[in-house]
């Protein structure tokens, strides 16, 4: 699917769901779809600077795609992440780069995106961008 | 006292976030406004607004009266033996900015100590550590115990030859612990040491008498004090004061200006205040002492201190939950964390269900390291807060737990 449908699928997941509660609710149960990244990367060099919770970023390629996976210490982080790689995982790095990612503040949560410090997600988004410029580019070479 | 009927001078806590009624506890990071203060505010604009101090014109004098006379205002507020020791600036960080940088410049050396303690807020952390680079000097602090009180019996070893100035909280933001300050500026005084007080947060819950307490310097924000933000005020005793070198140049703190023969810099408090003041802030921020003068800190201090302990013995009982910050002398602050549980993950629940709490090191970094610990979730009261509004935080962090464990 592409990131476009999938981002669809998410809003549509969501926009079912009313309630305030219930949709942290289904956030917190995503958190446990996020794939793991690896406890040995859980090091200083993969962790994305955040002032609150902490996000842990690894990115690998397979057959042309960039394959994400990460950790947070914060569970509704841990869901948001998780939302944020079922969209932009297996997917080319053009796609990703190019990806505007408007699903978040379509389902209400673009307050976690803002630049209040307070959580990683911003800088993530942007190292996942950035490590799909890099392996675009070394495989290039 | 009825603070129910005061909440109403406060428009803003009518309203609903997310559809709930909005339950403000974040006043540790700043105060609402009452109506007096926004309408100060308003009509310094609608009628008497322009440039001060330099002016012939009627507006001009009226604007030049009325600021000075909230210049009286403070000090009288703060208890201080002169008007002319009361200065104004942007707020706490600026104060302690001016004061590290211009008493750091006059009076620091090389090899020398600031002293600060463990339990501080980072703008009377980091102004020291600038100071202390330019001009090679250390700085050094008083540890904390695990309750959030300073550990008073390192303090006489502390207070060294070496060290210049101490510079401490009166009521830490993040722990809520009061400083016994009094005590702490005598001894620093039987050593001839300054020391500079961050009040920022404790001027909004108790009263302040800057010539009982005998401190050299005195920091805080109108806006933690119910007036607007970018105003806040510096106290210094006039003999450091008219020791240091200025802060900032530029028009109003000069008396001649030369671009051959030199400049020659004005008498205080203007020699620190140089540019246009904040005068309509100014403005607001006597309204604001005029709102809390009529309802008495004394009156304050009480409500509030009542309203901590029943937040206390209610949040007690949550399961899992640990207080950061138990001192036995504390006002305001209620910082918790709870095991298993990201405090960022409970704030942004509480959230969602119109509460506004803070989360995280609080600017207080340090005070996180010593607990171990990456953040709390504060809540922080004022008068205009109330029991119910503490019910319902206790609800929401028991729903919060439920979604979370």
Known sequence: ?141 | MDFNKIRKDFKILERKVYNRPLVYLDNAATTQKPQVVIDRIVTYYENENANIHRGVHYLSQISTVAFEAVREKVMTFLNAANNFEIIFTRGTTESINLVATSFGERFLNAGDTVLLTQMEHHSNIVPWQMACKRKNAFVKFIPIDEAGNLLLADLDKLLDDQVKILALTHLSNALGTINPIKEIIAKAHQKNIPVLIDGAQAVAHMKVDVQDLDCDFYCFSGHKLYAPMGIGVLYGKEKWLNEMPPYQGGGEMIKTVSLTEGTTYNDLPFKFEAGTPNVSDVMGLDAAIDYVNNIGLDTIGKYENDLLAYATQKLATIKGLKFIGTASQKASVLSFIIEGIHPYDIGSILDKLGIAVRTGHHCAQPVMDRYGISGTVRASFAFYNTKEEVDTLFNAINTAVGMLL
């Open chain 1, 1 to 141: 699917m592409s990131i476009q449908e999938i981002e669809n699928q998410i809003i549509e997941e969501f926009e079912q769901i009313e309630d305030w509660m219930e949709r942290y609710n289904y956030i917190i149960e995503l958190a446990n779809g996020l794939p793991l990244i690896d406890e040995n990367y859980k090091t200083k060099q993969y962790l994305i600077s955040g002032c609150q919770s902490q996000v842990w970023l690894f990115a690998s390629y397979e057959n042309g795609k960039v394959i994400y996976k990460a950790d947070s210490d914060a569970i509704i982080t841990k869901g948001i992440v998780a939302l944020l790689i079922r969209v932009l995982s297996n997917q080319t790095p053009d796609d990703i780069i190019n990806a505007k990612l408007d699903f978040v503040d379509k389902i209400g949560l673009k307050e976690h995106l803002s630049p209040t410090r307070s959580n990683g997600l911003v800088s993530m988004i942007n190292q996942m961008k950035l490590y799909a410029l890099a392996l675009k580019q070394s495989l290039s070479k």
